[in-house]
């Protein structure tokens, strides 16, 4: 009767156990943490990306949507004195945002850099869209 006077879960403290613990953890409130600047006319999207290396992280824009994806593979392993495996970890994770910068933006307006863990964007507050030119078709 104590127990259930203390909203006592079985399931609860079972998974706090070590064993249900992710070695990687990473929940989606500690990674891409991410501020917007506005300054001189632009915007500066500055991401945090700890642990992630530039080759990881792509940046895509289509229909007007900016996205930032990082993804990453790591394993992790023990091994005793004479080289025998004894503990392996391994993970898989992807994570991405997106953001709706417009349709007038294009790919070469947005500067990129990535350093120290830290991704930097900038691309202009207002473009200006520009009129596709009519092509000739060459009729044979």
Excluded: W
């Excluded at 006592?8 to 989606?28: G, H, I, W």
């Excluded at 642990?51 to 023990?78: C, F, M, P, S, V």
């Amino acid at each position: 009767m104590l127990l259930a006077n203390r909203n006592y879960d079985l399931f609860d403290e079972m998974f706090r156990d070590p064993f249900f613990t992710r070695p990687f953890e990473n929940s989606s409130s500690q990674i891409m943490k991410t501020d917007i600047h506005e300054k001189d006319g632009n915007y500066l999207v500055e991401m945090e990306l700890p642990g992630y290396r530039k080759e990881d992280i792509k940046a895509d824009l289509k229909d007007g949507y900016l996205t930032i994806t990082a993804h990453k593979n790591e394993t992790k392993e023990e091994k005793d004195a004479r080289g025998n495996c004894i503990h392996k970890e391994r993970y898989t994770g992807t994570c991405n945002r997106s953001f709706y910068v417009g349709d007038a933006l294009t790919q070469e307006d947005i500067k990129a850099a990535f350093n120290d863990g830290m991704l930097r964007l900038q691309f202009p507050k207002e473009v200006q869209k520009q009129e596709e030119q009519p092509r000739l078709i060459t009729i044979e």
